[in-house]
């Protein structure tokens, strides 16, 4: 089997996706591709975050939701090393044709991302 069969097949169906609504490619590429993805790196994307909390010594799970929140964004901004590794464990599990389509807006599509894994970890805290 090629690499691309084997990673749909690893993805897990979300079924609150609704796949026949009239919306963006840039929406449709985010929900069918990208939403997927991030379910299935959930417990690798948790350990990087973790592991980002233990180099820079924060106590996070101490702080209110608005302090987390705060926590959440400030990593993403200042320690690039982890936003690069988070975003490489999403773009390392995209088919050729997927990246070639992320390679067209890795701009955009890193702000989606991040947008994202921001949400799943402030859901998971």
Known sequence: MTRNKELL???PNIKTILRD?????????QNTTLRPILKF??????????????K?????????????????NQLFQKDLRFKNQSL???????TA???AIYAEDTSSL???IVFML????????
């Open 56 to 72: 820079n010594r924060s106590a996070f799970t101490v702080l209110r939701a608005e302090e987390k929140e705060e926590k959440i």
């Open 41 to 54: 790196q959930h417990d690798i994307l948790l350990a990087l975050f973790h592991a980002c909390l233990v």
């Open 88 to 94: 490489g464990a999403v773009v390392g599990m995209l």
């Open 97 to 99: 044709e997927e990246y």
């Open 110 to 112: 890193d702000r989606r």
């Open 9 to 11: 097949k690893l993805r």
């Open 21 to 29: 609504l009239k919306t963006s490619p840039m929406e449709q590429f």
């Open 118 to 125: 921001k949400q799943r970890i402030m859901s998971t805290y």
